[in-house]
């Protein structure tokens, strides 16, 4: 993260200040940026509205207010009202009545102002009433009775803002702490000359005794402790430990001196707020249940002050105004709180203030406004003998444990995944640990973070150090040896050494095996770990076998709503989904919801995770809206529980790209692989696996879109961070080699597309069994760089190979036998063998019939590749009836601008294009341009497609002058889009040659034609089908001229290769030797 936007995080606020006059030399303009840098430390200034509006997009996580010259306000206000992280604006103008009328009819422009001095108090006023309306809270529901099992449903927010007070109380805190805390400042409000004379100030005079007096100044103290509780940013809550510690130990203390005066007696409170709509429909449904309030808690005896911030927060989307009427009975509860009027900045005031986590029953809540959505709630301080009050208590205490607060802190760090914190807290225990047992800890807690930080080559040390440890001091059995064995082939699965972390599960299930009951959870932990290792391996059954083993345990150890039985669950769907049987897999991930829908917070990224698996289902099925429905859900869970650039957010933005790039929607699909990007490069150290998974999912993107190069790009970026993150025979390494042989086949350099995908293959066999299906596909993917190099032997000998891996590996009828059998059946349709090609199809058709949805898009594929069969066959009714099937299919399943929509129509233009009917090949052809002219950059090579099929069709037509404008479109597009031997260039100039014969311009026939030759010469082995394609065209030219001679060299030519490269009945075998035949006897 850069140190400009950490700085700026620390208080979570953003102002621009927009005017075309800026001039930062100039004074005015100094004085105008120091008055605005006294509330908010970071100004921002710009003089155009696209720079503006560019800020904005750019900050989506910092509540924003602008400051608008009037003249640039009326341009900029209509393009940013809208955008939810900007609170208000301001007209900066000396001319209040030109700007008056406009302005009032924006809702977020608080008034036309003639002076910064008049500016800095709204916006001081406005950032007080954003601190009040971010103030957390969580609900809890009056049904929580205590059990594990409910308590599971307790916010992340709630149980670990308590445990950072918890664990902060218990840790001793000295002068350095405060040192620390002022250089931190000193660096964060470095050029702002405001902030630095109060960090000044409050280095010379603080003391515990002015912890309240500093908190409620409402300086940038407030304004960054209460931020990092709301965002448990654990590196801010740490340095400002000691002063959360002394505002807490200061209520106490004015608390006990203070009790008398209340004689016991239950009085009034009041508080008001904006809050979010989300949690007013909580309090209304929970009626009985606890609130608590996250941080420290200032309240007022006025109500009518309470009622004004209430009202000032109308207005706000989504917000609602609430104005809390508390009840405090001092006899039941000994909860903290003080009147801190004598202490307080503000003495004026009559404030109390309730200490972190103050708990209160919810009651009656009254709307106390009938034109707008203000209402008042009662609320009623918890009792000390509250019994789910204590359990809530007991439930947090439990989340984490360690002997001293520092390694407690360090657990919960972990927890909320901070990991840098949390290893520079790690490191420094270890310096100072002398005790074996607390060495073994702290290494294997920094096992822990480089686990979870990707770095596993890392990782392993440290757990090793621990292990070492352990053994020296323990015997070979104990339990406490389990643990570390376990965590050891976690890494090593994620490595990718899967016999590696099958050997120290074994280990720790030894161990645990004898050490714990049959019955015990953590057994069933470590068996869900081993189907793990066996899923990764494609050994299915294996997988099986031990995720229902752990789910035996769970059932008969756990109620049946444990969060851990979702896990259960979880993992056999997917071990369901790789087989192929979706709706196995959709019963188990629906189980898994189910139970984490009753257990579990209704914004647990638990349920997420379930949304985005039950997706990822029908996404496969093809049910591409049904899969966005629930990857939406999972996006809507995670933006409200996780903070902004949590790397879980941005899987769910890859899946939801991955959706669009399937339906077609390119750009779509981009937008959301680039947030995914942002958020990891943000949230992920530079080399970490993830980060080169969306660099690779934005080169697939590009690839399909055609540009070659951007692919290129963003597949070696990917596999430059493999290389260092990952161990040199890791799978994913592999994965990355394929994604660049794919980039490397579409632009027909296939001798570099091999090379790559023999790099990947040689991983695939030192990494993965032999029956791993993930080698079955590395045997196609070489197979399918040989059928694009015409060398049909060598390409059918890997697609059997990669057959018969499949047929061991995977169930009958699971969609990549299918799509095995398609592949095979294309290669015979290419080779002519047409009986072959139909049953090979047709193997494939019902596989998917059996396995898939009716309008699932590869059905559709399988009916257009049997329709293909026919067209070649002649068999133009069957064609045309397989490829109208295919047409159905698309229309039902994709929406109406995808490119395989287009394909299809392509499709059935050629079938009337060699029925002859051209009119209707013309019609079907330009419905599919259409299609591809909205879906499609301008260069793509499947615009150059269309062109060149239309240019067929009047060629076939006799109109010469038609077909060469559209041949020249498609090669002007294929120029741009391919590099410059590329065999579909060739192609191309084929075409156009064509042309120019069948007008008898045979000089230019022959220069494209000779031109197109040299290409495939260049690009193309040396019997590759396409040359013979070439050399016959080139003998019909020397034909047409009557250069007999010249003509039966080249169709000797072509007949040579066509009988090396073609089966011995190929059509075009006997169409070259017919050619010869007919040019010996002009000779």
Same mark, same amino acid.
């Given at each position: 993260?850069?140190?400009?936007?950490?700085?700026?995080?620390?208080?979570?606020?953003?102002?621009?200040?927009?005017?075309?006059?800026?001039?930062?030399?100039?004074?005015?303009?100094?004085?105008?940026?120091?008055?605005?840098?006294?509330?908010?430390?970071?100004?921002?200034?710009?003089?155009? #509205?696209?720079?503006?509006?560019?800020?904005? $997009?750019?900050?989506?996580?910092?509540?924003?207010?602008?400051?608008?010259?009037?003249?640039?306000?009326?341009?900029? =206000?209509?393009? &940013?009202?809208?955008?939810?992280?900007?609170?208000?604006?301001? &007209?900066?103008?000396?001319?209040?009545?030109?700007?008056?009328?406009?302005?009032?009819?924006?809702?977020?422009?608080?008034?036309?102002?003639?002076?910064?001095?008049?500016?800095?108090?709204?916006?001081? =006023?406005?950032?007080?009433?954003?601190?009040?309306? $971010?103030?957390?809270?969580?609900?809890?529901?009056?049904?929580?009775?205590?059990?594990?099992?409910?308590?599971?449903?307790?916010?992340?927010?709630?149980?670990?803002?308590?445990?950072?007070?918890?664990?902060?109380?218990?840790?001793?805190?000295?002068?350095?702490?405060?040192?620390?805390?002022?250089?931190?400042?000193?660096?964060?409000?470095?050029?702002?000359?405001?902030?630095?004379?109060?960090?000044?100030?409050?280095?010379?005079?603080?003391?515990?005794?002015?912890? &309240?007096?500093?908190?409620?100044?409402?300086?940038?103290?407030?304004?960054?402790?209460?931020?990092?509780?709301?965002?448990?940013?654990?590196?801010?809550?740490?340095?400002?430990?000691?002063?959360?510690?002394?505002?807490?130990?200061?209520?106490?203390?004015?608390?006990?001196?203070?009790? !008398?005066?209340?004689?016991?007696?239950?009085?009034?409170?009041?508080?008001?707020? *904006?809050?979010?709509?989300?949690?007013?429909?909580?309090?209304?449904?929970?009626?009985?249940?606890?609130?608590?309030?996250?941080?420290?808690?200032?309240?007022?005896?006025?109500?009518?002050?309470?009622?004004?911030?209430?009202?000032?927060?109308?207005?706000?989307?989504?917000?609602?105004?609430?104005?809390?009427?508390?009840?405090?009975?001092?006899?039941?509860?000994?909860?903290?709180?003080?009147?801190?009027?004598?202490?307080?900045?503000?003495?004026?005031?009559?404030?109390?203030?309730?200490?972190?986590?103050?708990?209160?029953?919810?009651?009656?809540?009254?709307?106390?406004?009938?034109?707008?959505?203000?209402?008042?709630?009662?609320?009623?301080?918890?009792?000390?003998?509250?019994?789910?009050?204590?359990?809530?208590?007991?439930?947090?205490?439990?989340?984490?444990?360690?002997?001293?607060?520092?390694?407690?802190?360090?657990?919960?760090?972990?927890?909320?995944?901070?990991?840098?914190?949390?290893?520079?807290?790690?490191?420094?225990?270890?310096?100072?640990?002398?005790?074996?047992?607390?060495?073994?800890?702290?290494?294997?807690?920094?096992?822990?973070?480089?686990?979870?930080?990707?770095?596993?080559?890392?990782?392993?040390?440290?757990?090793?150090?621990?292990?070492?440890?352990?053994?020296?001091?323990?015997?070979?059995?104990?339990?406490?040896?389990?643990?570390?064995?376990?965590?050891?082939?976690?890494?090593?699965? $994620?490595?990718?050494?899967?016999?590696?972390?099958?050997?120290?599960?074994?280990?720790?299930?030894?161990?645990?095996?004898?050490?714990?009951?049959?019955?015990?959870?953590?057994?069933?932990?470590?068996?869900?770990?081993?189907?793990?290792?066996?899923?990764?391996?494609?050994?299915?059954?294996?997988?099986?076998?031990?995720?229902?083993?752990?789910?035996?345990?769970?059932?008969?150890?756990?109620?049946?709503?444990?969060?851990?039985?979702?896990?259960?669950?979880?993992?056999?769907?997917?071990?369901?989904?790789?087989?192929?049987?979706?709706?196995?897999?959709?019963?188990?991930?629906?189980?898994?919801?189910?139970?984490?829908?009753?257990?579990?917070?209704?914004?647990?990224?638990?349920?997420?995770?379930?949304?985005?698996?039950?997706?990822?289902?029908?996404?496969?099925?093809?049910?591409?809206?049904?899969?966005?429905?629930?990857?939406?859900?999972?996006?809507?869970?995670?933006?409200?529980?996780?903070?902004?650039?949590? %790397?879980?957010?941005?899987?769910?933005?890859?899946?939801?790209?991955?959706?669009?790039?399937?339906?077609?929607?390119?750009?779509?699909?981009?937008?959301?692989?680039?947030?995914?990007?942002?958020?990891?490069?943000?949230?992920? %150290?530079?080399?970490?696996?993830?980060?080169?998974?969306?660099?690779?999912?934005?080169?697939?993107?590009?690839?399909?879109?055609?540009?070659?190069?951007?692919?290129?790009?963003?597949?070696?970026?990917?596999?430059?961070?493999?290389?260092?993150?990952?161990?040199?025979?890791?799978?994913?390494?592999?994965?990355?080699?394929?994604?660049?042989? =794919?980039?490397?086949?579409?632009?027909?350099?296939?001798?570099?597309?091999?090379?790559?995908?023999?790099?990947?293959?040689? &991983?695939?066999?030192?990494?993965?069994?032999?029956?791993?299906?993930?080698?079955?596909?590395?045997?196609?993917?070489?197979?399918?760089?040989?059928?694009?190099?015409?060398?049909?032997?060598?390409?059918?000998?890997?697609?059997?190979?990669?057959?018969?891996?499949?047929?061991?590996?995977?169930?009958?009828?699971?969609?990549?036998?299918?799509?095995?059998?398609?592949?095979?059946?294309?290669?015979?349709?290419?080779?002519?063998?047409?009986?072959?090609?139909?049953?090979?199809?047709?193997?494939?058709?019902?596989?998917?019939?059996?396995?898939?949805?009716?309008?699932?898009?590869?059905?559709?594929?399988?009916? !257009?590749?049997?329709?293909?069969?026919?067209?070649?066959? *002649?068999?133009?009714?069957?064609?045309?009836?397989?490829?109208?099937?295919?047409?159905?299919?698309?229309?039902?399943?994709?929406?109406?601008?995808?490119?395989?929509?287009?394909?299809?129509?392509?499709?059935?233009?050629? =079938?009337?294009?060699?029925?002859?009917?051209?009119?209707?090949?013309?019609?079907?052809?330009?419905?599919?341009?259409?299609?591809?002219?909205?879906?499609?950059?301008?260069?793509?090579?499947?615009?150059?497609?269309?062109?060149?099929?239309?240019?067929?069709?009047?060629?076939?037509?006799?109109?010469?002058?038609?077909?060469?404008?559209?041949?020249?479109?498609?090669?002007?597009?294929?120029?741009? #889009?391919?590099?410059?031997?590329?065999?579909?260039?060739?192609?191309?100039?084929?075409?156009?040659?064509?042309?120019? $014969?069948?007008?008898?311009?045979?000089?230019?026939?022959?220069?494209?034609?000779?031109?197109?030759?040299?290409?495939?010469?260049?690009?193309?082995?040396?019997?590759?089908?396409?040359?013979?394609?070439?050399?016959?065209?080139?003998?019909?030219?020397?034909?047409?001229?009557?250069?007999?001679?010249?003509?039966?060299?080249?169709?000797?030519?072509?007949?040579?290769?066509?009988?090396?490269?073609?089966?011995?009945?190929?059509?075009?075998?006997?169409?070259?030797?017919?050619?010869?035949?007919?040019?010996?006897?002009?000779?």
């Amino acid at each position: 993260m850069s140190q400009q936007r950490r700085r700026r995080m620390a208080e979570n606020y953003l102002v621009i200040w927009i005017d075309a006059n800026i001039n930062a030399e100039n004074e005015d303009c100094q004085y105008t940026l120091s008055q605005l840098r006294g509330i908010v430390n970071e100004v921002k200034t710009c003089i155009t #509205a696209e720079e503006c509006i560019g800020l904005l $997009n750019e900050n989506k996580e910092e509540t924003s207010f602008v400051i608008s010259s009037g003249q640039l306000g009326q341009v900029l =206000v209509p393009n &940013i009202h809208g955008m939810r992280n900007l609170d208000a604006i301001y &007209i900066f103008s000396r001319k209040e009545e030109f700007h008056t009328e406009w302005a009032k009819h924006w809702t977020k422009i608080k008034g036309v102002h003639d002076s910064i001095e008049s500016i800095s108090q709204a916006l001081q =006023v406005a950032v007080k009433q954003c601190n009040q309306n $971010n103030t957390v809270v969580s609900i809890i529901s009056a049904d929580v009775a205590g059990s594990t099992e409910n308590l599971n449903q307790l916010e992340p927010s709630f149980m670990y803002t308590q445990i950072f007070k918890e664990i902060l109380l218990d840790m001793k805190h000295g002068q350095q702490d405060i040192k620390d805390l002022v250089t931190f400042w000193q660096h964060q409000y470095e050029g702002n000359e405001a902030a630095l004379k109060i960090i000044d100030e409050f280095q010379r005079t603080y003391n515990p005794t002015f912890a &309240i007096w500093w908190y409620t100044s409402q300086c940038f103290t407030f304004n960054m402790l209460n931020r990092a509780l709301r965002t448990l940013d654990g590196d801010i809550i740490i340095r400002m430990g000691f002063y959360l510690c002394d505002v807490h130990r200061q209520i106490e203390d004015l608390h006990s001196k203070q009790m !008398n005066q209340y004689h016991g007696k239950t009085f009034l409170v009041y508080r008001g707020q *904006g809050l979010q709509k989300a949690d007013f429909d909580k309090i209304t449904k929970n009626e009985g249940g606890l609130i608590s309030f996250n941080n420290f808690l200032s309240t007022s005896k006025d109500r009518d002050v309470s009622l004004a911030f209430a009202n000032s927060a109308l207005g706000a989307p989504d917000m609602v105004g609430i104005l809390f009427q508390m009840t405090i009975d001092p006899k039941e509860s000994s909860t903290t709180f003080a009147s801190i009027q004598e202490v307080s900045y503000y003495q004026e005031e009559e404030e109390i203030l309730f200490s972190m986590h103050t708990v209160f029953r919810i009651g009656e809540v009254r709307k106390i406004d009938m034109h707008n959505p203000l209402y008042e709630v009662d609320l009623k301080l918890t009792a000390d003998d509250d019994q789910q009050l204590h359990q809530l208590t007991d439930r947090i205490r439990q989340e984490t444990s360690g002997s001293t607060g520092w390694y407690r802190l360090g657990n919960l760090l972990l927890k909320i995944r901070q990991f840098d914190k949390a290893e520079e807290l790690y490191m420094a225990l270890l310096e100072q640990a002398t005790e074996d047992s607390k060495k073994a800890y702290i290494y294997h807690e920094l096992g822990r973070v480089k686990l979870q930080q990707g770095q596993y080559e890392k990782a392993i040390p440290f757990y090793e150090k621990s292990l070492e440890i352990l053994r020296k001091n323990l015997p070979e059995d104990h339990s406490s040896l389990g643990n570390p064995y376990n965590n050891i082939g976690l890494v090593y699965h $994620n490595m990718g050494n899967y016999s590696k972390a099958l050997e120290f599960y074994q280990k720790a299930s030894k161990i645990n095996e004898t050490a714990l009951s049959p019955d015990d959870p953590d057994l069933a932990t470590l068996y869900n770990n081993i189907a793990g290792v066996y899923h990764s391996m494609g050994d299915y059954s294996k997988a099986l076998e031990f995720n229902e083993k752990a789910l035996k345990i769970e059932e008969n150890a756990l109620p049946s709503n444990h969060p851990s039985l979702a896990t259960s669950y979880s993992n056999i769907g997917g071990v369901y989904r790789d087989i192929g049987d979706y709706s196995k897999a959709l019963e188990f991930y629906e189980k898994a919801l189910k139970i984490r829908e009753k257990s579990l917070p209704p914004n647990h990224p638990y349920l997420a995770t379930s949304c985005n698996k039950i997706g990822v289902v029908y996404h496969n099925m093809g049910d591409y809206s049904k899969a966005l429905e629930f990857y939406e859900k999972a996006l809507t869970i995670e933006e409200k529980a996780l903070p902004p650039n949590h %790397p879980s957010l941005a899987q769910s933005y890859n899946n939801i790209g991955e959706v669009y790039r399937n339906m077609g929607d390119y750009s779509k699909a981009l937008e959301f692989y680039e947030k995914s990007r942002q958020i990891f490069e943000k949230a992920l %150290p530079p080399n970490h696996p993830d980060l080169a998974s969306s660099y690779n999912n934005i080169g697939e993107v590009c690839r399909t879109m055609g540009d070659y190069s951007k692919a290129l790009e963003f597949c070696e970026k990917a596999h430059q961070i493999f290389e260092k993150a990952l161990p040199s025979n890791h799978p994913s390494l592999a994965q990355s080699y394929n994604n660049i042989a =794919v980039v490397y086949n579409n632009m027909g350099d296939y001798t570099k597309a091999l090379g790559f995908y023999e790099k990947a293959h040689q &991983i695939f066999e030192k990494a993965l069994p032999p029956n791993h299906p993930d080698f079955a596909r590395s045997y196609h993917n070489i197979g399918g760089v040989y059928y694009a190099m015409g060398n049909y032997s060598k390409a059918l000998d890997f697609y059997e190979k990669s057959h018969q891996i499949l047929e061991k590996a995977l169930p009958l009828n699971h969609p990549d036998l299918a799509t095995s059998y398609n592949n095979i059946g294309l290669l015979y349709n290419n080779m002519g063998d047409y009986s072959k090609a139909l049953e090979f199809q047709e193997k494939a058709l019902k596989i998917r019939e059996k396995s898939l949805p009716p309008n699932h898009p590869d059905l559709a594929t399988s009916y !257009n590749h049997i329709g293909e069969v026919y067209r070649n066959m *002649g068999d133009y009714s069957k064609a045309l009836d397989f490829y109208e099937k295919t047409h159905q299919i698309f229309e039902k399943a994709l929406p109406p601008n995808h490119p395989d929509l287009a394909t299809s129509y392509n499709s059935i233009g050629l =079938v009337y294009n060699n029925m002859g009917n051209y009119s209707k090949a013309i019609e079907f052809y330009e419905k599919s341009l259409k299609i591809t002219e909205k879906a499609l950059p301008p260069n793509h090579p499947n615009l150059a497609n269309s062109y060149n099929n239309i240019g067929v069709v009047y060629h076939n037509m006799g109109d010469y002058s038609k077909a060469l404008e559209f041949f020249e479109k498609a090669l002007k597009i294929r120029e741009k #889009a391919l590099p410059p031997n590329h065999p579909y260039l060739a192609l191309f100039y084929n075409n156009i040659a064509g042309v120019y $014969n069948n007008m008898d311009d045979y000089p230019k026939a022959l220069e494209l034609y000779e031109k197109a030759l040299k290409m495939m010469e260049k690009s193309l082995p040396a019997n590759h089908p396409d040359l013979g394609y070439s050399y016959n065209n080139i003998g019909m030219v020397y034909f047409g001229k009557g250069d007999y001679s010249k003509a039966l060299s080249f169709l000797e030519k072509a007949l040579a290769i066509r009988q090396k490269s073609l089966p011995s009945t190929h059509p075009l075998i006997q169409e070259t030797k017919d050619n010869i035949d007919y040019v010996k006897k002009k000779m």
